[in-house]
């Protein structure tokens, strides 16, 4: 099994709501991802939780705040977000962090 | 620093076979990814390669020589499904991190 699960699939918001997008896995896997992709670009990471601990931050702003409760959960908390912020935001997740990553269905952003 | 190069697009005809290049320069490499991804959908894994030579995995296949930098995605008995964005990605032997290509869109004609 190798899914990946997230949810909502489609959000839209106004630039002063504040929202979460939710990712989960029960592969086991101990890193997990978040990225966002905007049309025909390939995907760009944003942060990265190894063992449940932030390990990498690509320079994100901070109005996108993740979170990891647990080694199956990953969240992104999104407040006073910008319509350039719409994108489809994919959640990952390897068994370590030097290991094939899978990927989640995505969440589809829209910020009006 | 690191580059990767795919084409941008790339047509094809149902049965046949079709091959997309990748090449990269990176300041430290430790495997290269292919993955498969439907306009709005998410990418899905179809090989690793981390040594060189051919990865077989039914109709996909995907090559790489590290010392010329260079990786292909052969696709044979294609297929009208096949029809979708083809993404390369090195992992960086230093932060562990994904660089993906800019994605090579394949368009499978009947």
């Known amino acids: 099994d190798t899914e990946v699960t997230q949810t909502p699939k489609h959000l839209v918001m106004g630039m002063t709501n504040k929202k979460s997008l939710k990712c989960e896995q029960h592969?086991?896997?101990?890193?997990m991802y978040w990225y966002k992709q905007k049309a025909k670009k390939p995907p760009e990471l944003m942060f990265v939780y190894s063992y449940e601990k932030l390990s990498i931050n690509e320079s994100v702003p901070s109005r996108f705040s993740p979170e990891c409760p647990n080694s199956s959960l990953l969240n992104l908390h999104l407040h006073a977000l910008q319509p350039e912020d719409s994108a489809l935001y994919l959640c990952?997740?390897?068994?370590?962090?030097?290991?094939?990553?899978?990927f989640g269905p995505g969440t589809r952003l829209t910020v009006l | 620093g690191q580059n990767i190069d795919q084409p941008t697009e790339m047509t094809a005809t149902e049965g046949a076979i079709v091959q997309i290049n990748c090449t990269y320069q990176?300041?430290?490499?430790?495997?290269l990814f292919w993955y498969q991804q439907h306009a709005g959908e998410a990418p899905t894994f179809l090989s690793y390669n981390v040594l060189d030579g051919l990865e077989e995995k039914g109709r996909f296949s995907s090559f790489l020589s590290r010392s010329k930098g260079y990786s292909y995605l052969l696709l044979k008995e294609l297929q009208m499904k096949d029809s979708a964005s083809y993404l390369c990605?090195?992992?960086?032997?230093?932060?562990?991190?994904?660089?993906f290509g800019t994605g090579t869109r394949l368009q499978v004609f009947p």
């Open positions: 990176t300041s430290g490499f430790n495997g």
């Open positions: 990605a090195v992992r960086d032997q230093f932060t562990d991190k994904l660089i």
């Open positions: 990952a997740s390897s068994q370590g962090a030097p290991d094939t990553q899978y």
């Open positions: 592969m086991g896997h101990r890193a």
